[in-house]
């Protein structure tokens, strides 16, 4: 199973970002989202489509369409300069996959 | 809540290797930890994950018979390792839990990664 993601997405100061996620089972499994700065550890910043865990802050949010999860961040700042990883399953060998990630780069 | 990993490690291609990851701040045996690898500049891929209650575990078909995983819940600590190690294997290696009843298959926390070079 795969889940695909744009390489890189370029946003200015104060603007909107938005990363997706294709898979085919999205419509019926969760999609998770992870923030990886350089040199650190991933952080969790979506569970179960679109929960937020504590400690997030509000302008990070997510939703699904169909085969398509999207993490938005809205009046991006520059400390969000990271990779986002998406996960997901589709239940049958590997129940833990993640997308090859998408390099957020505030202009 | 904080999951400590051990430290980098250099090592020659056929030489054993184990590295661990210890559980603060939590009850260790009530929750699934998970091994990943990330090699350099690459994404992360799921290697497979242990459940320190009773050691029961689930490697992805990827990493099966390549490294063994393994917990000693009386000192709250879990443990990857190979026999032979291979320049392959050279990564970043990080163990997450999982917090299934509330975060479902989420990776809700990380421990910082060991970097693993293996180099003759």
């Known amino acids: 199973y795969e889940l695909t993601q744009p390489p890189s997405v370029s946003v200015s100061p104060g603007q909107t970002a938005r990363i997706t996620c294709s898979g085919h089972?999205?419509?019926?499994?969760?999609a998770y989202w992870y923030q990886q700065k350089t040199g650190q550890a991933p952080v969790l910043v979506i569970y179960k489509d679109t929960q937020r865990p504590s400690g997030i802050p509000e302008r990070f949010s997510a939703s699904t369409s169909g085969t398509t999860a999207t993490l938005t961040i809205s009046g991006v700042q520059a400390e969000d300069e990271a990779n986002y990883f998406c996960?997901?399953?589709?239940?049958?060998?590997?129940?833990?996959?993640f997308g090859p990630g998408t390099k957020v780069t505030v202009l | 809540v904080q999951l400590e990993q051990s430290g980098a490690e250099v090592k020659k291609p056929g030489e054993s290797l184990k590295i661990s990851c210890k559980g603060l701040?939590?009850?260790?045996?009530?929750?699934?930890l998970g091994w990943m690898r990330q090699r350099p500049g690459g994404g992360l891929e799921w290697m497979g994950i242990?459940?320190?209650?009773?050691?029961?575990?689930r490697y992805s078909p990827s990493f099966q018979g390549q490294v063994i995983m393994s917990v000693d819940k009386s000192i709250n600590t879990a443990y990857l390792q190979w026999s032979s190690l291979k320049a392959s294997d050279t990564a970043l290696y990080y163990c997450?839990?999982?917090?299934?009843?509330?975060?479902?298959?989420?990776?809700?926390?990380w421990g910082q990664g060991t970097v693993v070079t293996v180099s003759s």
């Open positions: 996960q997901s399953t589709d239940r049958s060998h590997i129940p833990y996959v």
């Open positions: 701040g939590y009850r260790f045996s009530d929750h699934w």
């Open positions: 089972a999205l419509p019926q499994q969760y």
């Open positions: 997450a839990r999982l917090y299934t009843d509330l975060f479902g298959d989420a990776f809700e926390t």
């Open positions: 242990i459940y320190p209650g009773d050691s029961d575990t």
